[in-house]
């Protein structure tokens, strides 16, 4: 796409590295794993004539510095804050996926003045609790302890077939439509053979464990709703988080637009980014953030 602007911002003493385009109200795109700023490309290029569109790579994501040790989603969220102040922006609406959304709901409990409206495609929240490790899904939820162990960077970085081996499983697995990503599959093993982006990816995993563990259990603290108003469009055929898990959503979020996105997987930006961009404006356009 032409028109993108390239940054590297300097956010909590690290280097972040930012695609920003278009005009308008800004929103912040938030890419989940294994992902980095390129899964938007297409979202961006259809919204931005009514959006300026900011899509950093978090940081241990693709060109953008990489975490000593375990780093979750508040530390990511901190981070926003601190792009959001580095580039002069108050507020945004604030659009995420995956990891994305995870970092979304620490970013909304600790400075939702900051949050114009929040949009969310798939994404882990309390209410999934102990459905994340039920017996018929740990075929599905292995990633997440393998991504933990030091041997994961070793086996799927000892060469770059392996790690497009693997970033490709992924991305293929979880889509609906299985060429979506068929047009990048290079950049993103590119991407991932970066010196400490295999890491740098596995880190949020690290950083979620004890939550996700917690929540397994039943023993994760109750937290009051996130009242930002929030849209949440949650694939039809999502092999990891199904559909069926929106049940809860209205305990994490109290002012909540909810409904299926139909005929894509995992990555509905990319399976269906007219859709999804059509999605995204018109949430915005709702609530008034143009």
Known sequence: MDGIEHLTVRVNGADLHVARC?????????????????TWEPVMERLSARHTLIAPDLRGFGDSDKPEGAFGPPEQAADMVALFDALGIDRAGIVGHDVGGAVIQALARA???????????????????SRLGAPD??????????????????????????CAAYIGHFLR???H????????????????????????????????????????????????????PTCVRWAEHDPIFPYAWTDRLGETFSDLDLAP???????????DPDRAAAEIAGFFGRIGWV
């Open 261 to 271: 996105f139909p005929d894509v997987g995992h990555f509905p930006h990319r399976e």
């Open 22 to 38: 278009g005009t308008g109200s800004p929103l912040l795109l938030l890419h989940g794993w294994p992902e980095f700023w390129l």
């Open 173 to 175: 697995h979880w889509s």
């Open 111 to 129: 400075h939702p003045e900051r949050c114009a409206g929040l949009f969310l495609f798939d994404f882990v929240y309390p209410g999934i609790g």
């Open 177 to 228: 439509r299985k060429d979506a990503f068929d047009p990048v599959l290079d950049a993103f093993a590119d991407a991932y053979m970066k010196p400490g982006n295999l890491a740098g990816g596995f880190a949020h995993y690290r950083a979620a464990h004890a939550g996700r563990i917690a929540m397994l259990k039943g023993e994760a603290p109750p937290l009051p709703p996130i009242t930002v």
């Open 137 to 162: 899904r740990l075929s599905e939820i292995w990633y997440q302890s393998f991504n933990q162990m030091d041997l994961a960077v070793t086996l799927v970085g000892a060469s770059r077939a392996s």
